[in-house]
């Protein structure tokens, strides 16, 4: 359970860096954008949210179909044994279009989606209770934009996709 624990680890930090330099911002500036095609920071906070909560419950329905003795996902595993920063390069464009499932929709203050995305430590925390380290490699439905992960990849991506997005934060504020 070690490598397990190593990867939830990796994300729990990956979610804190994030909400501490989000909590540095006022209101004001959370809601600011720089141009209309450009998300500001309450979108891409909310989109955070959206999207871990798909990662971990595609994670979480790989794992119970695992257990009943069914898959999830077969397939060639095109990934396997490349970094998650090989396999960014490998799949993503420049400018990305974001899934419709992890779109920010709704808006509002960005008190909100601080306390949704943090609320996602305790599901994640319960799902490492769940999972040994021989359960890494079990595949899950495949990432919109990456294609097939195993639950490894998974977790590995969650950290990746925060920090991407921290940065993407940071430079924003840069510009206020």
Do not use: C
């Not at 999830?72 to 899934?99: L, Q």
């Amino acid at each position: 359970m070690e490598k397990v624990q190593n990867l939830i680890e990796a994300v729990n930090f990956a979610r804190q860096s994030y909400l501490k330099k989000v909590n540095e911002l006022t209101e004001q500036e959370a809601q600011w954008k720089p141009a209309p095609e450009i998300w500001n920071t309450v979108e891409i906070t909310e989109h955070l949210f959206w999207a871990e909560q798909g990662g971990i419950l595609s994670i979480w329905r790989s794992l119970q179909a695992n257990r009943e003795g069914k898959a999830i996902w077969e397939g060639e595993r095109i990934h396997a044994g490349k970094t998650m920063d090989t396999i960014i390069a490998e799949t993503w464009k420049e400018k990305e279009v974001v899934p419709a499932i992890a779109a920010p929709r709704f808006g509002g203050p960005i008190a909100y989606w601080k306390t949704m995305l943090l609320s996602l430590e305790q599901v994640l925390e319960s799902l490492g209770r769940h999972l040994s380290d021989e359960d890494l490699s079990i595949m899950t439905p495949p990432h919109p934009i990456s294609g097939p992960f195993d639950i490894q990849q998974r977790l590995e991506f969650l950290a990746f996709h925060i920090n991407r997005h921290l940065g993407q934060v940071v430079e924003l504020h840069k510009m206020t």
